[in-house]
């Protein structure tokens, strides 16, 4: 899917626009995807541009990073302002997607990356609408496994882990499939390229656990709350590939794909349809993103001044 980023960036601690922010053929990123990122999503409301749990993707990008051992000298503030910034300065007041990410400069062809190898920083934002058609999507189980900790750290939101998810995916679109869910190193689901996966099994919800290899999903984590909060219980466990085909619902979650419901596994329809589970949380997560309901405390970051 092709987007059009907005003219101004941030890049190494000023706003400058797209034909400026670019970088040498020597930077180390492009050579061995030593680049820490995050994707964000802000969305209008009619009355400001709020950032959703700015604070957390910002702990999750440094984090990335620090499994690498790469330093930046940027503030979790001088970031927040960053991201919030480069949105008002663009303008933008329609659903945004926001990508941070800091990444290894010139270090030369060593791959021994240290807290002294050059960072540099950028956000760029684009408007971004439904990423997956909202009425439900179809999946295959792809044959490539999900990576797992025994191989790099699967915590580490890192530009070079994404080629797992890219041949997945092209394994998945070439079959046919709008999207891939991947089992783990064991057999068992591990998540899609860029989501995670809930299945709803006697009016509860499931996921897979961290051991399954799945990315600690912000989204995941704010739908596990909403669920509380509407009496719905939430487990994460391990999940045989079989319960895709004995699960009443089964949806997807992630920051650009939002709660999107899945219609069919491997060709097999998955109920009639987004059940009413799917449907309860899609429209509490929709609340809590424009800050309606009450389970979005701090959750919100304007980027306009009130
Ligand atoms: C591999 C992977 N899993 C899960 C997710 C969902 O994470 P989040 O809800 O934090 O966006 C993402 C998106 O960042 C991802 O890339």
Known sequence: ?????????????????????????????????????????AYWNGDNLYVFRLADHIRRLKRSGSFYDMATTYTDDDI?????GTCARNGLRESTYIRPFFFVGEWGISLYVRPEAP?????????????????????????????????????????????????????????????AIMLDQAGNVSEAPGANIFLVQDGRLITPDRASSALDGITRDTVVRLAKSLGIPAEFRR?????????????????????VPITS???????????????SIMEAYADAVAGRGNASDGWLTPVYPA
């Open 265 to 279: 596994v491997g060709g097999r329809a998955v109920g009639q349809g987004p059940g009413p589970v799917t449907r």
């Open 1 to 41: 899917m092709g987007v059009t980023p907005c003219r101004t960036v941030w890049l190494d601690g000023k706003f400058v626009d797209l034909s400026e922010a670019t970088v040498p053929v020597t930077t180390h990123a492009l050579h061995y995807g030593t680049a820490a990122f995050e994707g964000i999503r």
């Open 119 to 179: 960072t540099r920083f950028a956000v760029i934002v684009f408007p971004l609408d439904k990423l997956f058609n909202n009425g439900g999507i179809s999946v295959g189980v792809v044959s490539c496994r999900r990576f797992n900790d025994a191989s790099t750290p699967t915590q580490a939101k890192m530009s070079g882990n994404y080629l797992n998810s890219i041949y997945a995916t092209i394994e998945a679109q070439k079959s046919g499939y709008e999207e």
């Open 80 to 84: 927040a302002r960053a991201i919030t």
């Open 239 to 259: 999940v045989s590939p079989g319960e895709l085909h004995t699960s009443e619902e089964i949806f997807l979650t992630g920051t650009a794909a939002e709660v």
